[in-house]
């Protein structure tokens, strides 16, 4: 039929109120209102009387309703068109915004009444929406060209510059009132902006006219609110971009998601043959040739994440999302797209334009069943109509049913229906017969989703459901947030660079940010999870891992939390991961105890050469630091169980690193003339190490002869020196599997000075004759813990150095209190959790046991606090005050143990993130961080008086 709408009326909405409509037609001049005829005026007090932005419309463009009385609508639509059209030829911007406004006010009428009457079908109307967009585009575009100084012609106004509609309006299915989706792109070797203008530049402003131009509000309202965020990488492209860069970033890290945005794509305006050109180019990637799963497993991540808990997942008419939640239109256009995305790349009649089309042309593929699309179609039609009549209330961007019943009573009048129960019913039935093929055809596969509502990551503006489930989980920048991951998800990170490695991290993408929100600091957590992700070399191997394994990932996002420099780490070595799965990674280290020596060796064994040898040790080292670190972070060892399984590592090390220098030396040099030792001074020495402790070495020989009896032979003293020139090298050297430890030989006669490996007659001399009180200290907590035959006589003469000195004891104090008032003055703590340098710190605490040591022979004793039970069962201290000084010394390394696990040296506690400073208090025994640092403090007074009385007031120190 082409008649005008009274003509071909086929539905007539009930009148919801007589006085509302009354008043509605008391506006409208009586010459438009006497052009229908009487029959006809029920439908139209119908209508004004449930929808006050069409009766606002009957008054506004009376002329049209005019009009419609006595001719088509489809002409009246054209004639719409033509004004839209016309805009392009405006000689000012004002005439231009309203010739398009008024031309937009025009086809809201038309299409509504038509659309309302029976007189259109859904397909009539969202084709007559998307013709007029067309043509608001096209006139906005020709106005804004003529702007900026292009000669427009009416069939191509700015050759080489591309107008693309993706989404509704790419389909002609556009909505009542629908935003638009634009792409521009310009051609670079076509586009030619007038002389003496740059390409992208005047690229740019053409788009930002076009913008304006349509979404600007005026006094006479808008034209469409226009989104261009639908082009390549939109946060860092212009708004117009070029057509060449587009087609690499398709080419190289083009999603799925784009895929079936840009399957919509429909040249609109601008240049056209150059607008269907570059769809053409793009076929490749939109159409595979092969069945694409790897678009079904992302488009069943969407949906997966669709179907979330929250509001969506309920089916309740009233207030209920008719778009967006369960059961509704964008279930079917799922749906439908899916099977397109798949089987559109070898079979050409499927990659039709719109739903209700796309299955049409499956159910006659054979792709779908017959009577699925059919009851798809139906439904799909009549929640389009709902939505259309919901935006017809008010012309808001809205699918949601009124939960207010007289609302929604309005938009079931405006569908014909006078009965809301009736209604209501009948939306109920679509949604879940909707719902119903969703569920079966997605029914596959984990979900997608967090318990705390659902994880959104395609697109280019996050939903708002994503985004509150953001802030649900404690992220107080939930946009942020998004854009990362969604970057991520994109590729925009090494390790997502691959298909795969993105498919991957969607799925896990739920997973793990509900792990981070779980660790009670999520946005420092997050940004540490940022730090290691974005370092990882590849993705696909960790992030499979991450997926396979969810305890590894939740054992990871809590060590991300709590330690920054754990995370650095496994960022830097993603292999590490491995070793997260292995059982003896979560046991306690009470029942596995420290690393076994007989393992280590076995897996040095397996290795050939001196440079394979000590980059084993380093990934064992690497390994084993990772497991003691994150038993200590997750509680399930003491600091003290750390710091002795951090030292027998280092011994282990020490020891087969020597053993791997000696075999070296000796392959160039011959045997060793003689046994070597390997000193243990300081925290090594005494089984205190933590997880960045360097090691102080003393390297002492016993020669048995002048020379080696190698092919190259050596003095001994030279033999010696490179032996323990190696040992350092294989120790320190920092090698594709980074360094061991760093290595400290300054404790040795004579300092850098004196040679690097030191005979044992020299060592007795030095420490005999010319050793400073200091060094006997030192070598207080001297430890042997690697060597290459019998070691008494060092160990004598290690005792030797403390108790035979025949010094007396107040020159032993005066020494260490000259000492300790040097090192207070030349190396001050950093702040007051330097628990080493501070006053009343460990360093306090060890020149009391070290002097006390010293003045009454009673060394060497490695161990501090052994030291100090030593000195109260000689009665050198009063028991209580040991007793404080192995209290202090043991919350000293409790918190020591651990900020330097997680942060390195020179811990801020204003850095420290929530959930590590709850750990830390915890260790330590205190309720809180505050706490903590108050019992720091009163430890550390009551350290140093103890040092006072025992060694003596810093105020009558010497220059030391």
Not at 205 to 233: C, H, I, N, W
Not at 297 to 323: T, Y
Request: contains cysteine; glycine residues 8%.
């Amino acid at each position: 039929m082409s008649g005008p709408i009274p003509s071909r009326l086929r539905v007539k909405p009930p009148v919801l109120d007589a006085q509302a409509a009354s008043h509605a037609r008391a506006d409208i001049p009586a010459a438009a209102l006497n052009a229908w005829p009487k029959a006809a005026h029920g439908f139209l007090d119908g209508v004004l009387a449930a929808s006050p932005y069409l009766a606002r419309l009957s008054v506004k463009r009376a002329d049209t309703l005019t009009a419609l009385a006595r001719k088509s609508p489809e002409s009246a639509a054209r004639a719409a068109c033509e004004l839209a059209l016309a805009a392009r030829a405006c000689t000012n911007e004002a005439d231009a915004m309203t010739a398009l406004r008024h031309a937009k006010a025009d086809i809201h009428l038309i299409t509504a009444l038509a659309d309302l009457s029976g007189a259109w079908t859904l397909e009539e109307t969202t084709a007559a929406l998307s013709d007029f967009a067309d043509a608001a585009v096209k006139g906005a575009l020709g106005y804004a060209a003529r702007g900026a100084g292009f000669e427009v012609s009416e069939d191509n106004p700015v050759p080489g510059l591309i107008v693309l509609a993706l989404g509704k309006l790419g389909t002609r299915s556009l909505n009542y009132s629908s935003d638009i989706d634009l792409v521009l792109a310009y051609e670079p070797e076509v586009f030619t902006p007038p002389e003496g203008r740059e390409a992208q530049r005047t690229a740019t402003k053409l788009a930002q006219s076009l913008v304006r131009l349509l979404t600007e509000m005026t006094p006479a309202g808008y034209v469409f609110r226009t989104d261009l965020r639908l082009r390549p990488d939109p946060s860092s492209t212009p708004l117009c971009v070029n057509a060449d860069m587009a087609r690499h970033y398709f080419e190289a890290v083009g999603q799925n998601w784009e895929r079936a945005a840009y399957a919509k794509a429909r040249a609109i305006a601008g240049d056209i043959r150059a607008g269907k050109s570059f769809i053409g180019d793009l076929e490749p990637f939109i159409w595979r040739r092969t069945l694409d799963y790897a678009a079904v497993e992302d488009i069943r991540a969407l949906a997966k994440q669709m179907q979330a808990v929250g509001n969506r997942a309920v089916l309740e008419v009233a207030g209920h999302d008719l778009k967006l939640g369960l059961g509704g239109i964008r279930e079917v256009e799922f749906y439908a797209q899916v099977i397109q995305l798949v089987f559109g790349g070898r079979r050409a009649s499927v990659r039709v334009p719109g739903t209700l089309k796309a299955l049409a042309a499956l159910a006659d593929a054979e792709l779908v069943d017959a009577g699925e699309a059919k009851r798809l179609t139906g439904a799909y039609t009549f929640l389009r109509h709902c939505e259309h009549r919901i935006q017809m209330l008010d012309d808001a961007q809205t699918q949601t049913l009124p939960a207010d019943p007289e609302r929604r009573r309005a938009v079931a009048a405006l569908s014909g229906e006078a009965d809301l129960a009736a209604f209501d019913a009948r939306v109920e039935e679509a949604l879940k017969a909707v719902h119903t093929a969703f569920s079966e055809q997605f029914a596959d596969g984990e979900s997608l989703a967090t318990s705390a509502g659902s994880l959104v990551l395609t697109g280019v503006e996050p939903e708002p459901d994503t985004l509150a489930t953001l802030e649900k989980l404690g992220f107080s920048d939930p946009v942020r947030i998004w854009h990362q991951l969604a970057g991520w998800a994109a590729g925009r990170a090494r390790a997502a660079r691959t298909e795969r490695a993105r498919r991957l991290f969607s799925r896990l993408a739920p997973r793990l940010v509900e792990a981070i929100g779980a660790t009670g600091d999520p946005d420092a957590t997050f940004t540490r999870f940022a730090v290691f992700f974005e370092g990882l070399p590849s993705g696909v191997q960790p992030l499979s891992l991450l997926i396979n394994h969810p305890e590894l990932a939740d054992e990871l996002i809590t060590i991300l939390g709590l330690a920054p420099r754990l995370a650095e780490q496994i960022g830097q070595r993603p292999a590490l991961l491995d070793v997260m799965l292995e059982p003896v990674f979560t046991t306690p280290l009470s029942e596995t105890g420290p690393m076994d020596e007989d393992a280590y060796t076995a897996r040095l064994s397996r290795v050939d050469g001196f440079e394979g040898q000590i980059n084993e040790a380093r990934r064992i080292v690497r390994e084993e630091r990772l497991r003691i670190g994150a038993q200590l972070l997750r509680g399930r060892a003491r600091a003290s169980e750390a710091a002795n399984a951090y030292s027998v590592l280092a011994a282990i090390s020490v020891r087969a690193m020597a053993r791997a220098a000696e075999a070296e030396i000796a392959a160039r040099h011959g045997p060793a003339p003689g046994r070597w030792h390997v000193l243990g001074m300081g925290k090594l020495g005494g089984g205190e190490l933590s997880a960045d402790s360097d090691l102080d070495l003393i390297v002492v020989y016993e020669a048995g002869k002048e020379r080696s009896s190698g092919e190259r032979p050596l003095d001994a003293s030279v033999w010696f020196a490179r032996f323990t020139q190696r040992l350092v090298s294989a120790l320190s050297a920092p090698t594709e599997e980074g360094e061991l430890y760093p290595v400290d030989l300054a404790l040795r006669p004579s300092g850098s000075a004196g040679p690097v490996a030191v005979s044992l007659q020299r060592f007795e001399t030095y420490y005999r004759e010319e050793a400073w009180v200091w060094e006997r200290m030192a070598m207080t907590r001297a430890a042997i813990i690697a060597s290459s035959g019998k070691d008494k006589a060092v160990e004598g003469a290690i005792r030797a150095v403390v108790n035979a000195h025949g010094l007396p004891p107040d020159d032993i104090r005066k020494a260490a209190l000259d000492m300790r008032a040097r090192l207070e003055r030349d190396k001050p703590a950093g702040s007051t959790w330097d628990l080493k340098m501070r006053p009343g710190g460990l360093i306090d605490i060890e020149f009391i046991a070290q002097a006390g040591l010293v003045a009454h022979g009673l060394g060497p004793c490695p161990s501090t606090r052994e030291a100090l039970d030593l000195l109260a069962s000689k009665s050198v201290l009063a028991k209580a005050d040991a007793k404080v000084l192995a209290d202090a010394h043991r919350l000293y390394g409790d918190v020591t143990q651990l900020t330097r696990l997680a942060h390195g040296s020179g811990f801020d506690a204003g850095e420290a993130s929530g959930p590590f400073a709850q750990r830390l208090a915890r260790e330590a025994g205190f309720d809180t961080l505050e706490a903590l640092s108050d019992g720091l403090n009163e430890t550390a007074h009551a350290v140093r008086g103890i040092f006072i009385s025992q060694i003596g007031d810093l105020s009558e120190a010497g220059d030391g």
